[in-house]
């Protein structure tokens, strides 16, 4: 498969290196430009693209959007159009800036991506997680107890692609239900978050979504 990163430091970095262990084609970006990731294509191999944020969503059958919830509005919403696009973000004001409608918990950050991204399927995955957790505690045998993660989502298809690929990576996905519902269920502050649960653990504290 080929996956779009937009956002290749901690998160997005180490997502490029799973996916592309797991055997997909990675095209990455970031703010500075293409010029400025060929150190990490060269150290991750030729399946790993440098690009522009552009060039990344228009490349992806599923997108990674993996930057600060505060550089929400500089991302191409275009070219993101008909993807399934995998949002990473965690909001924090003192990094974000304050947004008044997160802030009373009128919505949730990755409501605010779905709406920038009109007419992509946004799911919220890999952010409860640390980068170098993420990194290292995937388990390839699946005789293995696997850590879960959760996801969220309104498309059922994308969240599907998603749960494909938390698998493929060695970790178990687990439904927290909706953008709405599933998003403030594991956003920063709730009991899942940074939690460190295996995928039984994390299905009996999410319950039923
Ligand atoms: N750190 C963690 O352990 C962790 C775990 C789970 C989730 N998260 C969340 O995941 C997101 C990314 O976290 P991170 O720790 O990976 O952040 P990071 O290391 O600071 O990396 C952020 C990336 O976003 C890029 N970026 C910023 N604005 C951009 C734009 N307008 N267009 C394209 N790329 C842009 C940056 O590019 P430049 O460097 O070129 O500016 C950088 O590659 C955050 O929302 C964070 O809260 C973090």
């Not at 228009?58 to 696009?85: C, E, K, N, Q």
């Not at 709405?180 to 956003?187: E, L, S, V």
Request: proline fraction near 6%; charged fraction near 25%.
């Amino acid at each position: 498969m080929r996956i779009g990163i937009v956002g290749t430091g901690h998160v997005g970095g180490t997502l490029a290196e799973l996916f592309e262990k797991a055997g997909h084609e990675v095209a990455v970006a970031n703010s500075r430009g293409p010029e400025t990731l060929r150190g990490l294509s060269e150290q991750l191999g030729p399946q790993v693209h440098p690009a522009t944020a552009e060039e990344a969503a228009r490349f992806g059958d599923i997108v990674v959007v993996s930057v600060p919830v505060g550089r929400y509005p500089d991302l191409p919403a275009g070219p993101m159009a008909g993807r399934t696009v995998i949002d990473t973000g965690n909001y924090y004001p003192e990094r974000d800036g304050h947004l008044p409608e997160l802030d009373d918990d009128r919505t949730t950050s990755s409501e605010l991506l779905q709406e920038h991204l009109a007419g992509a399927r946004v799911v919220k995955a890999f952010n409860t997680m640390r980068w170098d957790h993420l990194r290292d505690h995937g388990r390839q045998s699946s005789a293995m107890q696997r850590y879960g993660l959760p996801v969220s989502g309104d498309d059922v298809g994308a969240k599907r692609q998603v749960f494909d690929l938390i698998e493929q990576v060695g970790f178990e996905p687990v439904d927290a239900g909706s953008l709405a519902d599933g998003g403030r269920r594991q956003q920063p502050g709730t009991e899942i978050y940074l939690a460190e649960l295996t995928g039984g653990e994390l299905h009996d504290r999410l319950g039923a979504p």
